[in-house]
């Protein structure tokens, strides 16, 4: 039709150009195949949505400053736009779609960004804190851990105290047994939590700010309580806490701690050393009430109700048993993700679960990709920093890439096996594939690659699903008449089996190797590239391989910093031949292990301080002569050193203003506490310093008297 109207009224080009009717022709042919790309994806354009959502909420927070008032207005006005648009035109409805879905997700960032703020310390603090208990949990250094509301502090007005705080516990806290719930009072310090200790390195500012801190501290001194658990939403985290102490007192030791953990989501009896033999085996998503825990429970007693329905013959016969399952099923998972404290992971797998039992109640096939696609838009319109999490993009990645790869096997004739050989190569295939779709995500936010994770989950993954989780539902049903005793029992040998395998593993050699963290854009890169692989219909999808390609290629040749300076001027990083060098062998952990690992170092800082071969304050980047100086008469050395007029010198001391006038490159403790840490790459044989934190007040969780 296009054809013959174009002969009849020829275009201008046509009509003027002589060469018209070739362009015209080629333009046709061009045209009429980017229709028929568009019209193959028909019908599986809705998956894309999430895509959409998240690549607007991603631009968000990778913006240098807020959008002021005028900027959200042109947002708004473009989205508006763009929305009546796609109602009153057909004119490449789906690209106007898409533009519409990326502005609402940059929309809802913002606005979720709004909707959380709460006010942050601006100060150090030491003196009394009052709270009431929200969460109890453990800190990196294995120390209890508690997150407070109801916030008192001293001679802090209530308009400028935090509305959530968390305070680790050292020294002896054996007057204290803490319940959600119970006000304590304790003397403490606290501080605003602080930025990335390197330039695009985790920034548990902003993390702090969606989870609501405000503040984040220690205390070497007794906690008391003086007040017992009160609260009536807090009924539920107490009555968790009570199942755990339960559950631990039947199943003593470290399979007490794991079964409390994948039963309510209690993870203080955990020990670090079991926590590190899970991770290098590949083995801790078992610890994680996630998709796993939750799709196996609500898959188990799914399967049991309709069992035991079909064994009824009315009930078979008169009764939508698969119906009458999925609404127990929807009902366990509710009351598991109550169990577990409802965390983001729990939340996002619930809602993944339901999503795919709704499917069931009206008919629908469960695991589809739409499912997938319509779970991912309700977790990042309820909570759009999701997306930046590991928890967020592993999970549905692994979900994503299993569903892809089952319909493929179940859409081709000639691949059906034998019923046991089935399930086996089903295992094996739902292992691999759930790996290596989690591994690019594991190892960008963990740096680390555990190397025989398969191995480790074939052995593993089928005992937690065939013993463990019924084991488990099976006390949970007995709990009422006190019998609960008889399904933990049955946990156990499945539990001490898991653990076994993680120890075993875990201690092979090469068990796990550590990789650099990658620059900016290569995960978005390859996460792009692959959902264009699995997402897009045709034989155009294998183009998705090329980023992916070149994301894991820029990968490879990350280049990182030379120097490293931590934000108190304390610590050093210098990369030399061995690895980074660290400047002294403990103090400022959190910092020294962070730049270990996201140099794909596998070192302790004690191990990195002994590569650190400078005799004196003195040491060289390139042709630049350095001078770091800490501890008692830093002040007056650092003067000294800054008097030879050239180099750069580093000190913990505070020498007020003088790095304005100074002959040299000073930093000291002032200066970093407004550039934060600092971080230096070679050019043209000399390091060039740059600075890690922005501009204060230029995002929301940074604050601007920073």
């Not at 086996?424 to 190397?451: E, M, W, Y």
Request: aromatic letters at 8%; glycine letters at 12%.
């Amino acid at each position: 039709m296009g054809r013959e109207v174009d002969a009849v009224y020829p275009t201008r080009m046509q009509r003027t150009s002589p060469g018209g009717s070739r362009i015209a022709h080629v333009w046709h042919r061009l045209r009429g195949r980017g229709a028929a790309l568009v019209d193959a994806q028909r019908g599986h354009l809705f998956v894309w949505s999430p895509v959409c959502l998240g690549i607007g909420i991603g631009t968000y927070f990778a913006l240098p400053q807020e959008p002021g008032l005028l900027g959200w207005g042109m947002i708004a006005s473009a989205f508006g736009g763009m929305f009546l648009a796609c109602l009153y035109t057909r004119l490449l409805v789906p690209i106007l779609v898409a533009l519409t879905l990326v502005l609402a997700g940059g929309l809802l960032a913002g606005a979720r960004t709004q909707l959380v703020a709460d006010p942050v310390l601006g100060f150090r603090y030491y003196g009394p804190i009052e709270g009431r208990i929200l969460a109890i949990d453990r800190s990196a250094s294995d120390k209890m851990r508690l997150t407070l509301d109801r916030v008192v502090l001293a001679r802090v007005s209530p308009g400028d105290t935090p509305a959530k705080v968390r305070l680790s516990l050292h020294g002896d806290q054996r007057f204290l047994t803490p319940s959600p719930g119970m006000t304590i009072v304790a003397t403490g310090h606290l501080s605003a939590p602080r930025g990335p200790v390197e330039p695009g390195g985790f920034d548990f500012q902003r993390h702090a700010w969606f989870q609501g801190l405000g503040a984040v501290g220690y205390t070497r001194t007794p906690v008391l309580a003086v007040h017992p658990p009160e609260g009536r939403w807090l009924v539920i985290h107490r009555v968790r806490m009570a199942i755990s102490a339960h559950v631990q007192g039947i199943l003593p030791g470290r399979t007490g701690a794991f079964a409390a953990a994948i039963t309510t989501g209690d993870r203080s009896g955990m020990d670090l050393g079991t926590l590190e033999a899970l991770r290098i085996s590949n083995l801790a998503h078992l610890l994680a009430i996630s998709g796993l825990h939750m799709g196996m429970l609500t898959g188990f007693v799914f399967g049991a109700v309709r069992l035991g329905l079909a064994l009824v013959p009315h009930a078979a016969l008169f009764w939508p048993i698969h119906k009458v399952a999925a609404h127990a099923g929807l009902a366990a998972g509710a009351l598991y993700l109550a169990l577990s404290g409802g965390n983001v992971a729990t939340e996002r797998a619930f809602i993944m679960v339901a999503v795919m039992l709704v499917a069931v109640l009206f008919d629908q096939r469960a695991l589809t990709l739409r499912a997938v696609a319509l779970a991912a838009v309700i977790v990042l319109v309820r909570r759009p920093e999701a997306l930046l999490g590991p928890g967020f993009q592993m999970s549905f990645a692994a979900t994503a890439a299993l569903i892809a790869v089952f319909a493929y096997f179940r859409d081709r004739d000639g691949w059906r096996l034998p019923r046991m050989a089935g399930w086996v190569a089903a295992l094996v295939i739902s292992s691999a594939v759930a790996g290596l779709a989690t591994a690019p995500f594991a190892a960008a936010h963990f740096n680390r690659v555990p190397h025989f994770g398969l191995i480790a989950n074939l052995a593993s993954v089928p005992v937690m699903g065939a013993l463990v989780m019924p084991a488990a539902v099976l006390a949970a049903v007995l709990a009422p008449l006190g019998l609960s005793w008889v399904g933990l029992k049955v946990m156990a040998p499945g539990i001490a089996w898991i653990l076994s395998v993680a120890d075993e593993v875990s201690g092979w050699d090469g068990a796990v190797s550590h990789v650099p963290a990658p620059q900016a854009g290569v995960l978005p890169m390859l996460a792009l590239g692959a959902l264009f692989v699995i997402l897009w219909q045709g034989r155009v999808r294998i183009a998705g391989v090329v980023p992916v390609i070149a994301a894991l290629a820029l990968w490879s040749v990350a280049e990182r910093p030379v120097l490293l300076v931590s934000e108190s001027g304390g610590l050093v990083g210098v990369m030399t031949a061995e690895g980074r060098a660290l400047s002294k062998p403990r103090g400022e952990g959190f910092a020294a292990q962070s730049w270990l690992e996201n140099d794909g170092d596998g070192a302790s800082q004690p191990l990195a301080h002994e590569r650190w071969q400078v005799d004196g304050a003195a040491f060289d980047v390139g042709d630049t002569r350095f001078w770091l100086e800490t501890g008692r008469g830093a002040r007056e050395r650092a003067l000294a050193d800054c008097s030879r007029g050239s180099g750069v010198v580093i000190t913990s001391a505070d020498l007020g203003n003088r790095w304005k006038t100074a002959p040299c490159t000073l930093y000291d403790s002032g200066r970093l506490a407004q550039t934060g840490p600092l971080a230096a790459w070679m050019q043209d044989g000399k390091p060039v310093l740059r600075p890690t934190r922005k501009a204060p007040g230029s995002r929301p969780w940074i604050p601007a008297d920073q």
